[in-house]
């Protein structure tokens, strides 16, 4: 019998024949399983410790240091590395617009470490993360979040059936705590794995390593590019703990947003806050250094290198480098003035996709039935967008792109999915295992509440009388219903469709391009 030191020593360069049915219930993981479980009730730690060693000192040869990405590692996932001179250029632009000496990197740290957060890192990683001289990349994470039972069986499937994800492990030395945590004899954390490229939210889309930083003073107090990629609902909690560690800072740093949601306030007056004004508010930073970033971008299928472009929006003074910077061959940046609509766009986008998931399984996917929902929900969008925006960017582009893949295939749309065919309840709350947090829950209670009072009154175009805003977007009305007051079942979404008053939509697109609702305190303008 192959004893487990052996079998481990040995699997990093297990024969070609292995790899024609790739996954450890036939390659020799499954015997480590096997071996480990014969002899877990025998072995002490310094016998575990042996083992370990053992696999190290086999493997230590092109071993990765924790947290950097060889030439080789950086693409293991399929990114092609473009031209170096195009790539140095481009970062030593960004770096002498942020006034950065020779021997100053330029330190870029995502904050949260949701999917799009985590692959926004691995992207920068796998672009930049070679020129280690002149760029640091490092992603924060809370620590102290376990990885379940469940997930971690999963998690040692992917990495059996994915031949790079698993010599890079071994050549770590990082391969034996999976082997463990799917026997049950160890306990791993989402920062933990996040090390090794494997994101809590995204489990089936391995990444790059990537260097964690658990504790945020550490990870921000220097950082020249600070990525938002917390939801809505946590980025001014976090950010006012942040700017705890800015007050003595001398240069100001520049904020990427990804967070699409929203909240209301209604005093003194009904408005909206935008995470860009959260993080303004939080930290006393000026507007001009705070940006957005959207467009349809599903993180797997953005890191899986599926073509993809974006905007970034805010100030010319960093749209245009910043675009410019992070552009890649299938992720194509433009750059854009309007913040507004594309931030409110972002967070009104996961209402409707919500809805959309609904109408999908209500329907049995019928494509006539999405596709009125999708003319519904986007004319009651420029409504709303008109209130907030006296001309806002039109729906099109990568605004319309990022509306369509969310009420088509975003995590919204999934749950609306879910919630209609009985699979999650409302008594689960919106941060749902192995998606996260599902913000359009949240952005539905903040937009209603807004448009619905009674002194923001518009003048009904039919019944001639003062309505509350919300009046006039039934979907939303109907979500409220759903999702909040929970006064009516999911099915009640396809009766919002038959619009009462039987009016076209593009009725209710022309109303609101006479910028006559226009309200500029809705945004504290």
Known sequence: ??????????????????????????????????DLTRYKSTQTPIQKNQIHRGLCKKTMVGAEIEGSTSTNNAYANGF???????????????????????????????VGAGAWGSVF?????????????????????????????????????????????????????AYLKYVEARLGDRVLYADEILKDGFCLNMIDTPLSPLKVVTNLQEAVWDADIVINGLPSTETHQVFQEISKYW?????????????????????????????????????????????????????????????????????????????????????????????????????????YAIGAGMVASLTNESATSKSVYFAHCTSEMIFITHLLAKNPEKLAGPLLADTYVTLLKGRNAWYGQKLANGELTLDMGDSIKGKGMIQGISAVKAFYELLSQSHLSILHPEEKKPV?????????????????????????????????TMNDPRDRIEMAQTHAFYMPSLLEQ
């Not at 990093?12 to 390659?27: A, C, D, I, M, V």
């Not at 409220?480 to 999911?490: A, F, G, M, N, Q």
């Open 247 to 351: 007050k003595e800072r001398i240069t100001v740093p520049i904020i990427i947003s990804l967070s699409k949601g929203i909240e209301a306030e209604l005093e003194p007056e009904p408005h909206i806050i935008t995470p860009t004004q959260m993080i303004s508010r939080s930290t006393g930073i000026s507007m001009e250094n705070i940006l957005y970033l959207g467009g349809p971008n599903i993180a797997s299928e953005i890191y899986n290198k599926e073509y993809a472009n974006a905007r970034i929006c805010g100030s010319e003074k960093w749209r245009k480098p910043l675009a410019k910077f992070l552009r890649q061959p299938h992720f194509i940046v433009w750059d854009n003035g309007d913040l507004v609509t594309h931030e409110v766009m972002g967070g009104l986008k996961n209402v």
């Open 1 to 34: 019998m192959l004893n487990v030191l052996h079998l481990l020593q040995n699997t990093y360069s297990p024969p070609p024949l292995y790899f024609s049915s790739f996954s450890y219930r036939n390659y020799t993981p499954s015997f480590v399983i096997e």
């Open 80 to 110: 092609a590395q473009i031209n170096n001179g195009s790539l140095e250029e481009k970062l030593d632009e960004l770096r002498n617009l942020l006034g950065k000496t020779d021997d100053d990197p330029l330190r870029i740290v995502s």
């Open 468 to 500: 509350a805003p919300v009046e006039l977007c039934p979907i939303l009305k109907t979500l409220h219903k759903i999702l909040i007051s929970r006064e009516v079942p999911t099915q009640a979404i396809l009766q919002a469709l038959r619009d009462e």
């Open 121 to 173: 890192a691995a992207m920068l990683q796998d672009g930049y993360g070679h020129l280690r001289d002149k760029v640091q990349i490092r992603i924060w994470r809370r620590a102290g979040r376990s990885v379940d039972r469940a997930t971690a069986q999963h998690l040692f499937d992917v990495i059996n059936s994915r031949e790079d994800v698993l010599r890079r492990l071994i050549r770590r030395c």
